[in-house]
């Protein structure tokens, strides 16, 4: 987000439109942000998802986590940054960054972790993790 500066930000998004962030630096307050203003895109983040894994070059295991009480698994292998334009639709062309992906047993999503540059304003070590919880 142009402007936004923080070495952390937490958020909440209730598909399909609503989002609340919060930035964690001194004085941080939650605000609402229109969902079409973010630097990610959440429609269709399933196949979205989906896709990333399936890209992932060399993949191999990453450490199995507990998150949110449940056991995953985890992947973890490189990306071109193209494969992220679903979800970062800034990503810069011909990157190369690291993605894990953590799936419980059912094999569902529970993170995302994604290490590297991939957008023009990034620093050199970013490093950008999307927790999904709380299904319906």
Known sequence: MAGTEASKIEGAVILPD??????????????????????????????TLAGILEALEDPSDAPRQWIENVPTRGF????????????????IPDATVTVSLWL???????????????????SPDPVRVLELRDFD
């Open 18 to 47: 609503q989002v609340t962030l919060k930035t964690t630096e001194p004085g941080g307050e939650p605000q609402q942000v229109p969902a079409d203003s973010l630097p990610f895109r959440f429609d269709g983040l399933a196949a």
């Open 104 to 122: 419980d047993d059912d094999s569902v999503v529970r993170r995302v972790e994604i290490q590297g540059p991939v957008v023009a304003n990034d």
């Open 76 to 91: 973890s292998g490189s990306v071109k940054s193209e494969q992220l334009k679903a979800l970062i639709p800034s990503a």
